[in-house]
């Protein structure tokens, strides 16, 4: 498209007034994740104070380690939430769902098996893969004990997972029947819903489980009892989702949903697991800066729900037909009215989160730092993330695969990994 052709595209009123529109619809439904610097001001309290209550050079070196070793992953990780979403748009749109909680079609409570089952197996490989790298880069300050890394990540996402799988379906029912996009509404309130509880349970199981007494003089000490009154839950919800996959697994489409996205699943939550490595990196910078820490949870919720937005949007026009499976789909006028929209969208809410995260955190001394560091942030990732799930989108349905399956997990590890990531690089000067 050369230029006297992009001149005469943005000329015309009507794709400036849609472009106009999906950016206002875009950030109506991206105000929720304002709600993330909530989730950041809870993490900030319970994590940074938490740590800082006795000595914060030998606790938070110590505690606050593990602390954030475990928050980026399961921060990120939705239980499966994004899956059931993505398919109860696209679901409610060609007819295969009913928008209604109870008496619906069989698909949906299938989804819904799928999900909890994916929650569950989250929290497992979560826990499997941060133990790991607790052994691996934690030095003398490791935790031995594999205990809590079973225990924390089960509970926060099953309690998590159950509430927002319900609270997910009733959101995507109501848009459907008041004409809405569920594609376009549900994702963003939902991941932000996601953020918040699973701080609030992260927060509850620190508090309880108070991993800077695991720690003495010389090193790890043991685990507080709590941890092992602890297990008695966790050991049970898996029962439950053993005899749940025993009686599901002969559903063909709940045996789909799971071979499609338990190994894209693996491949996300290792790299979110390994971003909370890198960030445990960062945690001087994230304690001395704490809007940083503040607005961190805002920061990826919001990118992954910008590109997930597009992505919804793309898939279900897949599925209609309305878009064409291939590369060249990337001059579709309707794709790139959603992107300007949506990106305008994301840049107002960053500055924002720059603004008012340092105000919220009491840190009125790195403001420009916290607002700069925010829209490289957005900006870099948004044109990164959104590439890589267009072509992962396309891909995947050229193969027969379901996008939805693929597209929102993928998405939320890829925000997580490179927003945790500029924000490691960016603040490398400050902690070196």
Same mark, same amino acid.
């Given at each position: 498209?050369?230029?006297?052709?992009?001149?005469?595209?943005?000329?015309?009123?009507?794709?400036?007034?849609?472009?106009?529109?999906?950016?206002?619809?875009?950030?109506?439904?991206?105000?929720?994740?304002?709600?993330?610097?909530?989730?950041?001001?809870?993490?900030?309290?319970?994590?940074?104070?938490?740590?800082?209550?006795?000595?914060?050079?030998?606790?938070?070196?110590?505690?606050?380690?593990?602390?954030?070793?475990?928050?980026?992953?399961?921060?990120?990780?939705?239980?499966?939430?994004?899956?059931?979403?993505?398919?109860?748009?696209?679901?409610?749109?060609?007819?295969?769902?009913?928008?209604?909680?109870?008496?619906?079609?069989?698909?949906?409570?299938?989804?819904?098996?799928?999900?909890?089952?994916?929650?569950?197996?989250?929290?497992?490989?979560?826990?499997?893969?941060?133990?790991?790298?607790?052994?691996?880069?934690?030095?003398?300050?490791?935790?031995?004990?594999?205990?809590?890394?079973?225990?924390?990540?089960?509970?926060?996402?099953?309690?998590?997972?159950?509430?927002?799988?319900?609270?997910?379906?009733?959101?995507?029912?109501?848009?459907?029947?008041?004409?809405?996009?569920?594609?376009?509404?549900?994702?963003?309130?939902?991941?932000?819903?996601?953020?918040?509880?699973?701080?609030?349970?992260?927060?509850?199981?620190?508090?309880?489980?108070?991993?800077?007494?695991?720690?003495?003089?010389?090193?790890?000490?043991?685990?507080?009892?709590?941890?092992?009154?602890?297990?008695?839950?966790?050991?049970?919800?898996?029962?439950?989702?053993?005899?749940?996959?025993?009686?599901?697994?002969?559903? @063909?489409?709940?045996?789909?949903?799971?071979?499609? !996205? $338990? +190994? /894209?699943?693996?491949?996300?939550?290792?790299?979110? &697991?390994? =971003?909370?490595?890198?960030?445990?990196?960062?945690?001087?910078?994230?304690?001395?800066?704490?809007?940083?820490?503040?607005?961190?949870?805002?920061?990826?919720?919001?990118?992954?729900?910008?590109?997930?937005?597009?992505?919804?949007?793309?898939?279900?026009?897949?599925?209609?037909?309305?878009?064409?499976?291939?590369?060249?789909?990337?001059?579709?006028?309707?794709?790139?009215?959603?992107?300007?929209?949506?990106?305008?969208?994301?840049?107002?809410?960053?500055?924002?989160?720059?603004?008012?995260?340092?105000?919220?955190?009491?840190?009125?001394?790195?403001?420009?730092?916290?607002?700069?560091?925010?829209?490289?942030?957005?900006?870099?990732?948004?044109?990164?993330?959104?590439?890589?799930?267009?072509?992962?989108?396309?891909?995947?349905? @050229?193969?027969?695969?379901?996008?939805?399956?693929? !597209? $929102? +997990? /993928?998405?939320?590890?890829?925000?997580?990994?490179? &927003?945790? =990531?500029?924000?490691?690089?960016?603040?490398?000067?400050?902690?070196?």
């Amino acid at each position: 498209m050369n230029r006297v052709k992009i001149k005469e595209w943005l000329k015309k009123p009507t794709v400036i007034r849609i472009t106009f529109l999906i950016a206002v619809q875009a950030l109506l439904a991206l105000l929720f994740d304002v709600f993330g610097l909530g989730a950041g001001s809870i993490g900030t309290f319970t994590f940074l104070e938490y740590a800082s209550r006795t000595d914060p050079a030998e606790v938070f070196a110590k505690a606050g380690a593990f602390i954030i070793l475990l928050y980026p992953p399961l921060l990120s990780s939705d239980g499966g939430i994004g899956i059931l979403v993505s398919r109860l748009g696209t679901g409610l749109h060609l007819g295969s769902i009913k928008p209604k909680i109870l008496k619906n079609t069989k698909q949906y409570y299938t989804l819904i098996s799928a999900t909890l089952t994916l929650g569950a197996f989250n929290g497992l490989w979560i826990g499997v893969i941060s133990y790991i790298i607790n052994l691996i880069i934690q030095g003398a300050n490791r935790i031995p004990n594999p205990l809590p890394f079973i225990v924390i990540p089960i509970l926060t996402l099953t309690f998590a997972s159950l509430i927002s799988s319900q609270i997910a379906s009733f959101m995507a029912f109501f848009m459907f029947k008041r004409k809405l996009n569920p594609d376009i509404w549900v994702y963003p309130t939902m991941s932000t819903v996601n953020n918040v509880l699973s701080t609030l349970l992260y927060a509850a199981m620190i508090s309880m489980l108070k991993p800077a007494n695991w720690y003495n003089e010389s090193g790890f000490n043991s685990i507080t009892r709590g941890t092992y009154f602890a297990f008695i839950p966790a050991f049970l919800y898996l029962v439950f989702i053993s005899v749940l996959v025993g009686i599901k697994v002969k559903n @063909k489409d709940y045996r789909k949903i799971l071979k499609q !996205a $338990v +190994p /894209v699943q693996t491949v996300t939550l290792t790299i979110n &697991s390994l =971003t909370g490595g890198i960030l445990s990196k960062a945690d001087v910078a994230l304690k001395n800066i704490s809007g940083l820490f503040l607005v961190y949870p805002a920061l990826i919720d919001t990118l992954g729900d910008e590109v997930t937005i597009i992505a919804n949007t793309t898939s279900t026009n897949l599925a209609l037909g309305t878009l064409k499976p291939n590369l060249s789909a990337i001059k579709d006028k309707d794709l790139w009215t959603n992107l300007i929209g949506v990106g305008l969208a994301g840049f107002v809410l960053h500055l924002f989160y720059g603004i008012f995260g340092s105000i919220f955190a009491g840190d009125f001394q790195h403001i420009g730092l916290v607002l700069g560091i925010s829209l490289a942030i957005n900006f870099i990732g948004f044109l990164v993330v959104q590439s890589i799930a267009f072509l992962l989108i396309i891909f995947a349905f @050229k193969r027969g695969l379901d996008p939805d399956n693929l !597209a $929102v +997990p /993928v998405i939320a590890a890829l925000s997580n990994l490179v &927003s945790s =990531t500029l924000l490691f690089l960016l603040t490398l000067p400050l902690i070196t």
